[in-house]
């Protein structure tokens, strides 16, 4: 599961990056001494597809609809009272 941070983006798991850290190490080809590297290089993919994925949602989200125009107020009904004399 990710991590929530202070304005409302998740970050990736630690599972998430170590995972897409070993693809990174395969697709170069699994070249020793670059573990850091392919660490912060994943790290770094997974957060900006978040971030990506995040203003996408923002961007596909349909408008609000438009506020209800409030009914006109009602003026109050004076109570008379009357006495019988």
Do not use: C, F
Not at 39 to 50: D, F, G
């Amino acid at each position: 599961m990710a991590k929530r941070i202070e304005n409302g983006e998740s970050r990736p798991t630690h599972e998430e990056i170590a995972q897409r850290a070993r693809a990174i190490y395969e697709e170069s080809g699994r070249l020793p001494g670059h573990d850091l590297d392919n660490w912060l290089k994943a790290e770094t993919e997974l957060q900006t597809a978040r971030k990506g994925s995040t203003v996408a949602r923002i961007e596909n989200r349909e408008p609000a609809a438009p506020a209800r125009p409030s009914a006109p107020a009602r003026p109050l009904r004076e109570t008379v009272s009357r006495s019988n004399s």
